[in-house]
């Protein structure tokens, strides 16, 4: 199954992998540097930028702000309060308009992920070219219901999610009359040991659900995310920064523009590299036989009219002669002139 994502992109199992640097609030509510996240990204071959629409009311409730919960899980440290975090964070409308203008004239795609019905239809009036759902809302079928009535892709975040969950959520979507899903595996821990990765789980989600499915990453470095495209990820969504070092939720599991660079330009080398499963040999290795191959060569000088045998011939290179491999064709013919001590014996030798 193929599936048109953006631009003209269509993306399918072991396709060309489309790459979303995520920079998520990695902004950290500094619109200017949005925009350096978004140039970089750019200038790193990415296919687009998502960014995470959501405002302190959608997000969080009240109960969880009284309650100061920590997200401990992260490598960073964070500044005051949630609701500080929060508040400084998210993204106003206007600023989602002025950065979906700013990718329009960087022309790299403009997206995010909704976390409210509100949020969908603000994405939707900015004409995203998908809609990223994010894993905690995979069971959350009111609003995969609403964005799948939009009628373009859903990518589809699998993170915490069992087997059952995420073909709950594939049918909510497909009952809306939407088969445009992209499936993303992904685990939600920041970052996820690596025996916790299960990146076999891309190749099951293929063979279990048919969709496109691709990788929401969130490991230190390039390594996982270029493995996954060697098992037909379709899409890798790879959280972006400038500085590691940068306050915030995300900025020390991210890559930065020299990671993310490495991830464009190897995923598409991978994806080069892996090939077909048929057996080709290229017109390069067809010539270079004529090197490194051997040929039938005479292991002494042998006059006109010599009957050979085994013990006259062996094979070396180069492969320009007779094959070894047509040596029972050539035992017991006759010289046609002499040959002197290893010198490769051809057809037009032979009486």
């Not at 072991?14 to 950290?28: M, Q, R, T, V």
């Not at 011939?313 to 290893?342: F, H, S, W």
Request: glycine share 6%; with cysteine; aromatic share 8%.
């Amino acid at each position: 199954m193929k599936i048109r994502i953006s631009s003209g992109h269509e993306i399918c199992n072991f396709g060309l992998p489309y790459i979303i640097a995520e920079i998520g609030a990695n902004h950290n509510g500094d619109i200017d540097l949005a925009k350096q996240m978004i140039d970089a990204a750019k200038a790193c071959g990415a296919n687009s930028v998502k960014f995470q629409s959501w405002t302190p009311e959608s997000l969080i409730a009240e109960e969880e702000y009284r309650n100061n919960q920590k997200y401990d899980d992260s490598p960073k440290k964070h500044f005051g309060s949630l609701r500080e975090m929060v508040e400084k964070y998210y993204l106003r409308e206007d600023q989602h308009r002025e950065l979906k203008e700013y990718c329009d004239a960087q022309d790299i795609a403009f997206c995010s992920t909704p976390f409210s019905r509100q949020e969908a239809d603000l994405l939707a009036e900015l004409d995203v070219p998908f809609y990223k759902v994010a894993s905690m809302d995979i069971n959350n079928p009111e609003l995969l219901r609403y964005i799948a009535r939009r009628q373009k892709p859903v990518l589809l975040s699998t993170g915490m999610a069992t087997l059952a969950e995420i073909e709950q959520a594939i049918r909510v979507v497909e009952e809306e009359g939407n088969q445009q899903i992209v499936l993303l595996h992904c685990i939600s821990i920041y970052p996820p040991a690596y025996e916790d990765i299960n990146l076999r789980n891309i190749s099951m989600l293929q063979q279990t659900f048919g969709y496109p499915v691709g990788f929401s990453d969130h490991t230190f470095g390039t390594a996982i995310p270029l493995a996954s495209v060697a098992l037909g990820c379709c899409l890798i969504e790879k959280h972006f920064t400038l500085d590691k070092k940068l306050p915030g939720w995300d900025h020390a599991i991210s890559a930065d523009p020299a990671e993310m660079e490495v991830i464009v330009r190897e995923s598409r080398n991978i994806y080069l590299a892996m090939g077909t499963s048929r057996r080709i040999v290229s017109p390069a290795e067809i010539d270079k036989r004529r090197k490194f191959r051997r040929s039938l060569v005479t292991t002494r000088p042998l006059p006109e009219g010599t009957v050979l045998n085994a013990v006259d011939l062996t094979c070396k290179r180069p492969g320009t002669g007779i094959a070894p491999d047509a040596q029972p064709y050539v035992i017991g013919r006759t010289l046609a002139r002499g040959l002197g001590a290893d010198e490769l014996v051809r057809w037009e030798d032979l009486a």
